[in-house]
C-alpha cells in the first residue's frame, strides 16, 4: 500500500541555519510528492511537488528531490527565517488519494 | 470563490447529536476530498467526489459518517450519532482533475469538539 514516513518533530533552530526534514514513503506505482505548509492559523498550503523520479520540487527557498531509489523526498532549505516556522506535512499521491505523514513542527529562533 | 471555503468554522456538539459540515470548493474544480485530521496527526483521507458521485469513500471510518455533493459544487459531511472520538479537525480540498499530479488546495477546515 501507500504511506508516508515523515522525520518527528518538533524542530527548532536558530535563523540561517540549515534546514532538513527527512520523508521517505512507500508507493505502487508511480506517484507524485508533494510538501505541504500550515502556518500557524492558517490551512494547508502547497510548497512544492515532484511528479517523477529525480524531479526537484522548488519554492521559497525549500527544496526537495524525488529519489525512486531511495524513496526519499528530503526537505531541505539553506537558510530558515523565523517566519519559516510552522508544520510541514510530506505527502503521497496515489491513485485518488493523497497519503499524509504525520507532519514536523519547525521553530525559527531569531 | 478564492478558495476553498468551509463553514462552520468551529461546531461544539453533543455526544449522539446530529451534525453537517459543508465544503464549497474552487469554482471549476471537479475533484474534491474530505479529510480528518486529529491533533498532532496528518490529514487522514474519508471520502472522494469526482463530479457528482462518491469515487472513492474507503476512508469512512463507519456507517455513521455520510458525504453528499448533488449538483457536483459544494459537498456536505453528516456525522450521525456523534461520539467524543470524533472530535477533529475536518478538512475539505479541490483539485482541478483527480489526476495523481494535480494539486490538491485545501480549506481552512471545520474544528468539530463533541462533549
Known amino acids: 500500500g501507500n504511506s508516508v514516513t515523515q522525520m518527528e518533530g518538533p524542530v527548532t533552530l536558530s535563523e540561517e541555519a540549515f534546514l532538513t526534514i527527512n520523508c521517505t514513503y512507500t508507493?505502487?506505482?508511480?506517484?507524485?510528492l508533494f510538501w505541504y505548509v500550515q502556518y500557524p492559523g492558517e490551512g494547508l498550503q502547497l510548497l512544492l511537488k515532484?511528479?517523477?523520479?529525480?524531479d526537484k520540487g522548488s519554492n521559497k527557498g525549500f527544496e526537495a528531490t524525488y529519489r525512486k531509489e531511495t524513496t526519499s523526498f528530503h526537505l531541505e532549505k539553506g537558510s530558515v527565517q523565523v517566519s519559516d516556522s510552522a508544520v510541514y506535512f510530506c505527502?503521497?499521491?496515489?491513485?485518488?488519494?493523497?497519503?499524509f505523514g504525520t507532519g514536523t513542527s519547525l521553530t525559527v529562533i531569531p | 470563490g478564492a478558495g476553498v471555503s468551509q463553514t462552520p468554522s468551529n461546531k461544539v456538539t453533543e455526544k449522539g447529536k446530529y451534525v453537517e459540515l459543508r465544503c464549497d470548493p474552487i469554482?471549476?474544480?471537479?475533484?474534491l476530498y474530505w479529510y480528518r485530521q486529529s491533533l498532532g496527526q496528518g490529514p487522514e483521507f474519508l471520502i472522494y467526489?469526482?463530479?457528482?458521485?462518491?469515487?472513492?469513500d474507503s476512508g469512512l471510518p463507519n456507517d455513521r459518517f455520510f458525504a453528499v455533493r448533488p449538483e457536483g459544487s459544494v459537498s456536505t459531511l453528516k456525522i450521525q450519532r456523534t461520539e467524543r472520538g470524533d472530535s477533529a479537525v475536518y478538512l475539505c480540498?479541490?483539485?482541478?482533475?483527480?489526476?495523481?499530479?494535480?494539486?490538491?488546495?485545501f480549506g481552512p477546515g471545520t474544528r468539530l469538539t463533541v462533549l
Open positions: 480540498a479541490s483539485s482541478q482533475t483527480d489526476y495523481t499530479y494535480n494539486e490538491q488546495f
Open positions: 508507493a505502487t506505482g508511480y506517484p507524485s
Open positions: 515532484a511528479t517523477k523520479a529525480d
Open positions: 505527502a503521497l499521491s496515489g491513485g485518488n488519494q493523497f497519503y
Open positions: 469554482s471549476g474544480h471537479t475533484a
Open positions: 467526489f469526482q463530479g457528482t458521485g462518491a469515487a472513492d
